[in-house]
């Protein structure tokens, strides 16, 4: 159980166009969702915390503008990055927290995210 | 501020034992979890501590002392699968993860 897909797996897009990641909890409700970037040899970076039905909380220094977070149902959430550029290239993962297990994250297989 | 300390990088044998560890300074204190993250994968869940003392879970523990903002995992009877990077995360006060940057552990047969 807990389960958490993300789609697509890997996406290459051109600079100036907008790119939509889907990040889904497939056998649990997932009350908050959190969206992590990943720089190669870097940790994980916390971007934003979503939970359904209400904004995103974003963390200092992300551009809610430019990296839209929809959290429309208890088992999908979505990233969008809106006028990608070279420097959006990076490792996204999305990662469910359900209501019962405060503690744990479910993390989904991550999207690598390629801007030419 | 918050701050998680790991090491960049260990090397260990295959069979061997290996210990990592971590030191975290956060604002309050909500558990200390081990990831493990494949290259190219996203992390998966190895260990949970709140309490301080040793919990043991197959090949792996993870040891935790609040006073000393500190904690280990364990490894032992090594793989060449267990290769990998180990983030070590401190839950702040609001149930945010502070992730640590990783320590790259590389078996060698």
């Known amino acids: 159980g807990a389960v958490v897909s993300q789609h697509p797996s890997w996406v290459i897009c051109k600079s100036g166009t907008s790119v939509k990641i889907e990040c889904r909890s497939l056998?649990?409700?997932?009350?908050?969702m959190f969206w992590y970037r990943q720089f190669p040899k870097q940790s994980l970076m916390l971007m934003a915390t979503?939970?359904?039905?209400?904004?995103?909380?974003?963390e200092q220094g992300v551009e809610k503008d430019k990296f839209l977070i929809n959290h429309a149902s208890l088992t999908l959430s979505t990233l969008t990055v809106t006028s990608a550029h070279p420097e959006d290239s990076s490792f996204y993962i999305c990662?469910?927290?359900?209501?019962?297990?405060?503690?744990?994250?479910?993390f989904g297989p991550g999207t690598r995210l390629t801007v030419t | 501020g918050q701050n998680i300390d790991q090491p960049t990088e260990m090397t260990a044998t295959e069979g061997a034992i290996v210990q990592i560890n971590c030191t975290y300074q956060?604002?309050?204190?909500?558990?200390l979890f081990w990831y493990q993250q494949h290259a190219g994968e996203a992390p998966t869940f190895l260990s949970y501590?709140?309490l301080d003392g040793l919990e043991e879970k197959g090949r792996f523990s993870s040891f935790l002392s609040r006073s000393k903002g500190y904690s280990y995992l364990l490894l032992k009877e090594l793989q060449m699968k267990d290769s990998a990077s180990y983030l070590c995360?401190?839950?702040?006060?609001?149930?945010?993860?502070?992730w640590g940057a990783g320590t790259k552990l590389i078996i060698k047969p």
């Open positions: 979503s939970n359904e039905g209400s904004k995103a909380t974003y």
């Open positions: 501590n709140v």
């Open positions: 956060t604002s309050g204190f909500n558990g």
């Open positions: 995360a401190s839950m702040d006060s609001n149930y945010q993860l502070i």
């Open positions: 056998d649990f409700q997932a009350t908050t």
């Open positions: 990662s469910a927290r359900t209501g019962r297990d405060f503690y744990e994250q479910y």
